[in-house]
């Protein structure tokens, strides 16, 4: 390599204070850079060949990698980035299954379904990156506060770029981590560039330690070209942090010797730069100055270069030699969710009348003391009870470290969420209001609907959102968005419009190791009253009910949307209609849907959210496919206006679909 060649004399640029570390690590360290140095090498050889399709390169950052992941212990987490191979091969993952993976194959791990990087493994306690870089910052701190519930006194190291500082992410994920005493070492890896962007169009500070103050943080400049310094430092610092847990922020000054990308290139990087951080090799420097301390000889670094070289090209071929992979649509469709045995715990008989806000928040309690590894994350909710009073009386009975009052930052804490998850605890995640998940859309979408699929990781994670109009509450407090997640494959979403759903589909979407959109909706919530089995029980995902069986019309909603079709039925009784009641809306109940269409011969789905794009139009769509030869009319759709929801009484009511719902059921009958 250019760069490797660089440093031609004998003594190394780079000042080494070894202190007391033997003999025997410092030759680990060196034998752990050397390796990454090689594969990389033999990669950058592949891609130009076209054998493997992108590679991001550590050159030059390998000290960072080896080191940090030396000085944890491996049963502690690690969440490397895109530059970060060295703690893969440190930790010893077999190269073949790391060829596999950057070729696709079924051996790697995502059977061909992400690549280079974007992965992790359990076995090995590594959880890699998603593309968007600064989620994985707020895993990092659900994992090490599953270790801090857990007593494990662990530490969990996450890496980012400097440029992944500047996403919101990082500015969430330091804050709770530093409000919860969360033992998170954050390792940034600040080599100059974030793609074409330099440090000073990226950031406005001296240096990114200085932003730990702010966080009421301890933060440490740290050279990550020293493999001596980064080992000892971090290990100083893994070992006081296990002892008292405390997130840490440490920069690492280093410099990316290669494009962002390998086809990006170098071109608006100076060349002086380059030269002058070429002395710095941190694998070259460190194996002169072993050899210049008689640490390493001419022929054991000659030994170890054959023996990685055969390592690798043995492993290359066990990975050449697999099988590509043969597409099969059930295995894909099959490896959505993780397989969920759902256990029918039967409704006991005596009963009391319940709210539909009583019956959400008394099965969340019976579920909290089912599930002793469940924590309760959400703004609010703790000693207050949260704006709606479901979590009431909960810190009393389960305490703080389960019942957790977060920062207003809905991104870190579906984040951590997923990291809790990842350490085998489930997690539920109050939004203060459905309108404010965007502000933690990404990590949903993202994170927690594609992890089973992409790693085999499931996110254990239930989303609690209470949406909805008709409390005149305008655009910000009111939307009900189930749609944004309808449409996201590995998502579930349940609805309920009674309490007695609304407790025993709770208990399920908890009992369920995936990600589970709950919606609770608050006009709902104080006007809806039914018997509830006092004791725990729980109801099946995909299985409508049908709340009333007519032979002349089939109504399809959910939601609110079942009160007002029921409203509208009450006031015309002579109308026979069918009304489902859809309950859960990813599965989808489509034999109970056509069932019924087939029957009546007519379908109108009201919703409550706009028209388009929303699941009525799916269900429309499902039903003319499926049922076209029974139907004797168009299916109707009845929605709110293409608005968004408004303020002031009679402007909400003119916004939503229950003004509209009788007059085109009527029009329906008379098709
Ligand atoms: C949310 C998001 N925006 C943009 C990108 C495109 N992107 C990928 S890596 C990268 C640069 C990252 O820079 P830095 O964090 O400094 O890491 P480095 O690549 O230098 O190691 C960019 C812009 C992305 N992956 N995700
Ligand atoms: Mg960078």
């Avoid at 679909?657 to 029009?667: D, I, M, N, P, S």
């Amino acid at each position: 390599m250019k760069n490797d060649k660089m440093l031609t004399s004998s003594k190394s640029n780079i000042t080494y204070d070894k202190k007391n570390l033997d003999s025997k690590i410092l030759l680990q360290l060196y034998a752990n850079m050397l390796k990454p140095r090689m594969v990389e090498e033999k990669m950058l050889i592949l891609l130009r060949q076209g054998k493997i399709s992108k590679w991001f390169s550590g050159i030059g950052q390998e000290a960072i990698s080896v080191g940090v992941t030396m000085a944890l212990n491996k049963e502690e987490y690690i969440l490397p980035m895109h530059r970060n191979l060295g703690v893969f091969t440190t930790r010893k993952v077999p190269l073949n299954r790391l060829f596999s993976q950057w070729q696709g194959k079924a051996n790697g791990f995502t059977k061909g379904r992400d690549r280079s990087f974007h992965f992790g493994t359990q076995e090995y306690n590594i959880v890699g990156m998603i593309s968007h870089l600064g989620p994985q910052l707020g895993v990092a701190d659900g994992i090490a506060l599953a270790s801090v519930l857990k007593h494990k006194n662990q530490v969990t190291a996450v890496f980012t770029g400097e440029g992944g500082t500047s996403e919101g992410d990082f500015h969430e994920a330091l804050n709770v981590a530093s409000v919860w005493h969360l033992p998170v070492i954050f390792c940034i890896e600040n080599n100059g560039y974030g793609l074409s962007t330099p440090t000073d169009e990226q950031y406005n500070c001296k240096d990114l330690a200085d932003r730990g103050k702010g966080y009421g943080m301890e933060s440490f400049i740290i050279d990550g070209n020293n493999v001596v310094d980064v080992y000892s430092k971090i290990s100083k610092l893994a070992e006081s942090i296990r002892k008292r847990p405390r997130p840490i922020l440490v920069e690492f000054k280093t410099f990316r010797m290669r494009g962002h990308e390998e086809a990006s290139g170098t071109k608006y990087v100076p060349e002086q730069l380059m030269t002058e951080w070429a002395k710095k090799d941190p694998v070259r420097n460190f194996e002169v100055y072993l050899k210049e301390q008689k640490i390493l000889t001419e022929k054991e670094d000659t030994i170890l270069r054959d023996n990685i070289l055969n390592e690798i090209n043995e492993n290359l071929q066990l990975a050449y030699d697999e099988e590509e992979i043969t597409p099969n649509v059930t295995n894909e469709l099959n490896d959505l969710f993780k397989p969920f045995n759902y256990q029918e715990v039967n409704p006991s008989s005596k009963t009391n009348e319940l709210r539909f806000i009583d019956a959400i928040s008394e099965g969340l309690k019976q579920s909290m003391q089912r599930h002793k590894d469940l924590v309760i994350m959400g703004q609010d909710i703790a000693e207050y009870g949260g704006v709606f009073k479901i979590t009431e009386g909960f810190v009393e009975e389960f305490g703080n470290d389960r019942v957790r009052n977060t920062p207003i930052c809905e991104s870190a804490i579906v984040e951590a969420g997923m990291g809790l998850s990842i350490a085998g605890m489930k997690a539920v995640v109050e939004m203060q209001f459905a309108d404010f998940v965007s502000s933690g859309f990404n990590p949903i979408v993202n994170y927690l609907a594609k992890s089973y699929y992409r790693w085999n990781q499931n996110a254990d994670v239930v989303v609690r959102m209470p949406c909805g109009a008709g409390v005149a509450a305008g655009p910000f407090h009111s939307q009900t968005n189930e749609a944004w997640f309808t449409k996201t494959p590995g998502l579930k979403v349940v609805y309920p419009a009674f309490p007695y759903d609304a407790k025993g589909l709770l208990a399920t979407a908890i009992n369920d190791p995936n990600p589970v959109l709950y919606f609770e909706h608050k006009a709902l919530y104080r006007s809806i009253r039914q018997d509830v089995p006092k004791d725990y029980y729980t109801l099946p995902f995909g299985k409508a009910s049908l709340l009333k069986e007519g032979n002349a019309v089939t109504i399809i909603t959910y939601g609110a949307g079942v009160h007002w079709a029921l409203e509208a039925l009450d006031k015309n009784p002579d109308i026979q209609a069918d009304l489902l009641d859809l309950r859960t809306l990813q599965p989808l109940d489509t034999e109970a849907i056509f069932n019924s269409v087939r029957k009546t011969g007519k379908a109108i789905i009201l919703q409550e959210d706009s028209l388009f794009g929303g699941i009525a139009s799916d269900i429309s769509a499902l039903i003319m496919e499926e049922c076209f030869e029974a139907l004797d009319a168009p299916v109707k759709r009845v929605a709110s206006l293409e608005t968004p929801i408004p303020f002031v009484k009679q402007l909400e009511d003119q916004y939503l679909a229950k003004g509209r719902f009788e007059t085109v059921l009527k029009e329906l009958l008379e098709y």
